[in-house]
């Protein structure tokens, strides 16, 4: 299983940007978007099930991002819309059999993308 996520680049404060990850092999239940700011630990950020369900955000996001899939493509992306400096970082896309209970940990999922990094000005 490889993720490969892409569509970073920097924006100013206020703007708009679109991450996109691929996922090629096997899909696993889950997939999420975690991101990690310089000096900080890794965050969650949105997870969603390729079967359809409920979708997850961390409380920072929500309202302002949204996560999508594409079954067809095995693609699954990030509309992130309002930026802030904040939410420099880079963003990496993951792949679990994460359930409710463990959706936004980072132990819950088993591959892991390379990340794009989003840098927002301010």
């Known amino acids: 299983v490889q993720l490969q996520a892409s569509g970073g680049g920097l924006v100013q404060a206020g703007g708009s940007l679109r991450l996109s990850c691929v996922v090629s092999?096997?899909?696993?239940?889950?997939i999420a978007w975690f991101r990690q700011a310089p000096g900080e630990e890794r965050a969650f950020v949105a997870a969603?099930?390729?079967?359809?369900?409920?979708?997850y955000y961390a409380e920072s996001v929500k309202g302002r991002f949204t996560i999508s899939r594409d079954n067809a493509k095995n693609m699954v992306y990030l509309q992130m819309n309002s930026l802030k400096p904040e939410d420099t970082a880079v963003y990496c896309c993951?792949?679990?059999?994460?359930?409710?209970?463990?959706?936004?940990?980072?132990?819950?999922?088993?591959?892991w993308g390379q990340g794009t990094l989003v840098t927002v000005s301010s």
């Open positions: 993951a792949s679990g059999n994460a359930i409710t209970s463990t959706t936004v940990r980072p132990q819950a999922y088993t591959y």
């Open positions: 969603i099930r390729w079967s359809g369900g409920p979708i």
């Open positions: 092999g096997r899909t696993l239940r889950s």
